[in-house]
T-cell receptor, first 115, second 112 residues
Framework: DAGVTQSPTHLIKTRGQHVTLRCSPI?????VSWYQQVLGQGPQFIFQ???????GRGNFPDRFSARQFPNYSSELNVNALLLGDSALYLC??????????????FGPGTRLTVT | DQQVKQNSPSLSVQEGRISILNCDYT??????FLWYKKYPAEGPTFLIS?????DKNEDGRFTVFLNKSAKHLSLHIVPSQPGDSAVYFC???????????FGKGTRLSVIA
């Protein structure tokens, strides 16, 4: 079975531009979460979607948005890019976002560089 | 304000010896804890977890210990192998719809 897939692998953008990152969860998983990992830090929660509805949002500005599609894949959009948005963006899927156990399975990430 | 802390940025251990990675948390609502391993250019890989109703969980060479009164958990790897060299993240969540909160990670180097 395929794991979580993300595209693109790497991306270079200029300040002020817009970016869209994509994620396909593990087959059968209905929950997708997005995390940002800057160098030297642990992943930081951005969004969680379950059954196409937003279930949680981290402490990120409104420039960040996301959505989940009927096939449970997801997009993360970032507008008006800043240099500080340069990071590894991770997508994680899980079968159910509530209860225990609550293991999330991560994709390889998209490395975004803003110049 | 970090709710999950991994105070050792790096750890070096000889092959065959025990590796002990530590993690502290401040939020008493956390009741589920996970360890992830991350290699360069890959996403974090789930390793082992523990619920707050337990104080120990074992899976092969990996054992996680939880001390709720001290708000402390540790990951023991024995025996350590060179392939264990990676960054290890401690993460926590509360029951219900809450996301994972990660520590900054500890880079483990296992020397042959």
């Amino acid at each position: 079975d395929a794991g979580v897939t993300q595209s693109p692998t790497h991306l270079i953008k200029t300040r002020g531009q817009h970016v869209t990152l994509r994620c396909s969860p593990i087959s059968g998983h209905k929950s997708v979460s997005w995390y940002q990992q800057v160098l030297g830090q642990g992943p930081q929660f951005i969004f969680q979607y379950y059954e196409k509805e937003e279930r949680g949002r981290g402490n990120f500005p409104d420039r960040f948005s996301a959505r989940q599609f009927p096939n449970y894949s997801s997009e993360l959009n970032v507008n008006a890019l800043l240099l500080g948005d340069s990071a590894l963006y991770l997508c994680a899927s899980s079968s159910n976002p509530t209860g225990i156990p609550y293991e999330q399975y991560f994709g390889p990430g998209t490395r975004l560089t803003v110049t | 304000d970090q709710q999950v802390k991994q105070n050792s940025p790096s750890l070096s251990v000889q092959e065959g010896r025990i590796s002990i990675l530590n993690c502290d948390y401040t939020n008493s609502m956390f009741d589920y804890f996970l360890w992830y391993k991350k290699y360069p250019a890959e996403g974090p890989t789930f390793l082992i977890s523990i619920s707050s109703i337990k104080d120990k969980n074992e899976d092969g060479r990996f054992t996680v210990f939880l001390n709720k009164s001290a708000k402390h958990l540790s990951l023991h790897i024995v025996p350590s192998q060179p392939g264990d060299s990676a960054v290890y993240f401690c993460a926590a969540s509360a029951a219900g719809n809450t996301p994972l909160v990660f520590g900054k990670g500890t880079r483990l180097s296992v020397i042959a």
